[in-house]
């Protein structure tokens, strides 16, 4: 079976940095997707990490460590917009091509 | 168009009701997924087409759900004789190539079934 883990929720202060992590167990492994989506609306693309190592964008960082089937998300100078949902999000080949984890809700405190 | 839209995007229906879910993707794109997601979990696969061919509906959870993309456009996800269990929302994405690549979500439907 395939089985992706991350926290269920994350508290942080606005300014500050988080770290969201995600560990994964698939059959097959071709990249992995880290989206955010906010309540009721539609999950966005953040980043995507096939190769080991970290990739910038912004305010956002992503890893990742295929060895040790293990992703983090990290969000710098947190802002009260970005209070939503993260989904750690593995593709694989075959069928069910992405595997979505059950998500980690980040609320941002003044 | 510019992104992926879905419609209805709320649903009510009594139990035993036939809905029908449509999903327009953005042009060109060739995968299009259907996705189900219940409240405050992540999206669970259901179904995957590469243009009008469904390669993979390994996630449809009964026969009672049906879907199609004739046309390799639009598609629509039909559920029969819908039951309280099967309220939740229902995610549309597409990509543009293959499906390992990324896709794009829509807003999707909201579905409750009393």
């Known amino acids: 079976g395939q089985n992706i883990d991350q926290p269920t929720e994350m508290t942080a202060t606005e300014g500050a940095i988080v770290q969201i992590n995600c560990t994964y167990q698939?059959?097959?492994?071709?990249?992995l997707f880290w989206y955010q989506q906010h309540a009721g609306e539609a999950p966005t693309f953040l980043s995507y990490?096939?190769?080991?190592g970290l990739e910038e964008k912004g305010r956002f960082s992503s890893f990742l460590s295929r060895s040790k089937g293990y992703s983090y998300l990290l969000l710098k100078e947190l802002q009260m917009k970005d209070s939503a949902s993260y989904l750690c999000?593995?593709?694989?080949?075959?069928?069910?091509?992405?595997?979505f984890g059950p998500g980690t809700r980040l609320s941002v405190l003044p | 168009g510019a992104g992926v839209s879905q419609s209805p995007r709320y649903k009510v229906a009594k139990r035993g009701q036939d809905v029908a879910l449509r999903c327009d993707p953005i042009?060109?794109?060739?995968?299009l997924f259907w996705y189900q997601q219940a409240l405050g979990q992540g999206p669970e696969f259901l179904t995957y087409?590469?243009?009008?061919?469904?390669?993979?509906k390994s996630g449809l959870p009964s026969d009672r759900f049906f879907a199609e993309r004739p046309e390799g456009s639009v598609s629509t996800l039909k559920i029969q004789r819908t039951q309280q269990e099967d309220s939740a929302v229902y995610l549309c994405?597409?990509?543009?190539?293959?499906?390992?690549?990324?896709?794009?979500f829509g807003p999707g439907t909201r579905l409750l079934v009393l």
């Open positions: 994405a597409s990509s543009l190539g293959l499906a390992e690549e990324t896709q794009y």
């Open positions: 698939t059959s097959g492994f071709n990249g």
């Open positions: 990490n096939v190769l080991d």
């Open positions: 999000a593995v593709s694989r080949p075959g069928g069910q091509n992405f595997v």
């Open positions: 042009s060109g794109h060739v995968s």
């Open positions: 087409f590469q243009n009008e061919a469904q390669l993979d």
